[in-house]
Structures are given as C-alpha cells and as structure tokens.
C-alpha cells in the first residue's frame, strides 16, 4: 500500500491563507515566519525520510521518523500534523496494529476538522464584510450613462485570485487527506472487530461512500466492505450481548446465593400487546409479577 503523502512536501503557509489564522485561541504561541518555515522545513526532512522507509518496508523505523517530523512541527498547523499522523497510521497498518492505527487516524480527522472549521469561520466572516462593502458602495455608486453597456466585471485583483487559488487547493487537500485517513481508520476498525469497532468501520465507510474524491478502486473497496461488515457488525452485538447477561447472571447469582435463590428464580415475561417486559418471581410452588416495566 502506497503511504498516500504529499508528493512534494509541504511548505510554510503564509499566515492570510486559509490554514493559519492569526486569532487563533487553540494554540499559545506562534512562530515568526522565519522561524515558522525553518520548523517546516525540518519536519519535512524527516518526513522525506520516513517516506523512504516506509517504501523500504521499513515501517517501525519510519514511524520513529515521523514521530520526529510530529515534534518538530509546530502544533497549530493542522493540515501538516494530520498528513504525518495519517501516515504513520498506513505504517501500523502495515505491522498489524490496529489500536494504534486507530489512534492516529483519528488524530488526523480531528486536526481536518479543525482546520476545516476555522476555514469556514473565515470565510463566514470574509463573505459578510464584503457584502457590507457592496451595500455601501451601491449607496455611493453613480451609474453613467454607458455603464448598463459595459462587459461583465473583471476579477477583483490579481491578489484576490491567488487567495481564492490557494483557499480551494487547500479544501482539496483536506478532502484528499481525510479520506486517505477514513479509509486507514476503517481498515483498522473492521480489522480489530468488536460491536463498537465494527460498527465505527460501518460509519466510516458509509462517510467515504459520499465522498467524490475518491479512486475507482477505494470505491469498491468501500462497498464491499459495506456489505460485509453488516452481518458481522449483527454477530458481535449478539455474541457481546451475551456475553454481558451472562456476567451479569453470574454478578446476581453470587449476590442470592445467601439467599437460597438464584437469577433462575426471576423471569423476564414480554407482554406483546403493549410490548413491555415483566418480571416474574418462581419459588416456592408460586408464580408472582415483581415488576413492570
């Protein structure tokens, strides 16, 4: 499996581009610019390598070196830290260790979603100043006598489309690495089993299903795991199911035992017209309804 990282490596975001906002309350400190692309800059190198490792199968060392990549890279980029700890969470995969592919995958959505939501607040706030401005300039605004014939209005400024550029590569990216990320969480959910796991999986592919980005491949991957993990999902809630009540019934059977009475003495009685459950109470040669619930 390939590691799915950035083909070139990820490079300092200038603090008016999407990903980093200068009123952010998450994180206490933030670097110069200088400082900030040297930091990247490291982290990136270390990322290089750890991507040389992992195509040398050499998943154990690689994730020491993104762990080194994850430390040197400062904490409020979001974007950057949730490709590093997607990548480490292919690496475990790689050696069969589901919780911590888990752990990390889950770190990298929860670092999209931050980064996503802030990207949104930005723009909330970026879309309503400029209708503010529009309202004002109609006021001012004095139509002359060709205007209605002009040709449509040209881009704001150059400036602006770069902005606008960079905002929606960015969205690209996060989309692209929150489903390289499900698809790792996923796998390792469906791969470790258990009712909440599984049903975890089902959540996450059903998530990756309405994703259009998505490769031919990674979609049948994920319908066929839709299909799959169902019954399974069924199976483990029996089995654990199960396996509680009968640990329950060993807890109740120790507490009545002084007693001279066991969990066999109280039954369950399902009352199918209105659907409620009673329980009876057999001892004694007597039959006698405790409770209704």
Known sequence: MAIGDDKAPAQAVKPDLPNQEDDDDDHD???SPEEEASLVAESNSHKAEANALFASAKYEIAINKYDEAVAVCPD?????????????????LKLEEWKEAISNATTALDGLDRLEQRGNEKAKTEAEQVRVEEADDAEAEIISAGATKAGPALSMSP?????????????DDIARIRAKALMRRARARSELGGWSNLEGAIE????LSGMANLTAADKKIVQAQLRALSPRAKAAQEKETAEMWAKLKDLGNGLLKPFGLSTDNFKMVKDEKTGGYSMSFQGGGETRREHQA
């Open 29 to 31: 400190e933030r670097f």
């Open 76 to 92: 409020y980029l979001d974007y950057e830290l949730a490709v590093l700890r997607s990548n480490i969470a292919a690496c475990h």
């Open 159 to 171: 400036e602006h489309d770069a902005i606008e550029a960079a905002r929606r590569k960015r969205q």
């Open 204 to 207: 996450d592919y059903k998530r």
